[in-house]
């Protein structure tokens, strides 16, 4: 009895344009050795724990207001989750093409739904007799949350500068997001208004702006020269 032979297909290379940006960035800066890698990455984590730190704490730190020491944690507990998930979307995995677009657009996506609900939560748990708050108060908070944001930002940028050959867009959404989350995270720690209203406007919107400010500047700083 005679059986036909498998067809073996060779496997799937990248295109050309792809594995000339490969090795672009291979080429373009000397890889540094993995102790020299780690102390730097300490250094810029620290420098940016630092500055971030210190704005929170100049812009008034922790404000309970009416709300318990339960809510307060409650409420700044959906933005660290998410910065933790867009920190594994960005995150380089041991092949250089990183993870597929998909994976990194469903985990924005996800952030962004997950962050709303929080904040509807917060809403339902928090005061209901609050005063009805005005435009500049929306504005001004989300004006905050950008300033906080911007040295996680520029952090998260600095460790993965030239060094994502693919999906550089994707990716610097993912770490626009990132920080934008965890600028949501102290926004909740030091915003005493629950409204979901607020919560949407000056708490989870400047995540989306972080985003796509990420996305904007992913291609110019993340990409290979």
């Known amino acids: 009895m005679n059986f036909a032979k498998p067809v073996i297909y060779p496997p799937k290379l990248p295109s050309p344009a792809l594995r000339a940006r490969l090795m672009a960035t291979i080429a373009s800066d000397p890889s540094p050795t993995r102790r020299a890698w780690r102390w730097r990455a300490c250094a810029a984590t620290a420098a940016g724990a630092f500055v971030t730190t210190a704005l929170f704490v100049a ?8 709300r318990s020491l339960p809510l307060v944690a409650a409420a700044a507990a959906p933005g660290l989750f998410t910065a933790a998930l867009m920190a594994w979307a960005a995150r380089p995995t041991r092949s250089m093409l990183g993870r597929p677009r998909p994976a990194i657009v469903l985990a924005c996506a996800t952030a962004l739904v997950f962050l709303a609900l929080g904040a509807a939560a917060t809403s339902h748990a928090g005061a209901h007799d609050e005063p009805a708050l005005k435009i500049g108060t929306h504005v001004g908070c989300g004006l905050i949350s950008m300033v906080q944001a911007a040295a996680p930002f520029g952090l998260l940028f600095f460790l993965s500068r030239r060094a994502v050959p693919v999906l550089p867009t994707a990716t610097g959404a993912a770490l626009g997001m990132t920080a934008g989350a965890a600028a949501e995270m102290m926004a ?13 406007t000056a708490h989870v919107l400047p995540v989306a702006v972080s985003a796509l400010v990420g996305a904007a500047l992913g291609r110019r700083v993340l990409a290979p020269r």
Not at 59 to 66: S, W
């Open 59 to 66: 812009m008034g730190g922790v404000v309970r207001g009416a």
């Open 188 to 200: 909740y720690l030091r915003c005493p208004y629950t409204s979901l209203g607020h919560g949407l």
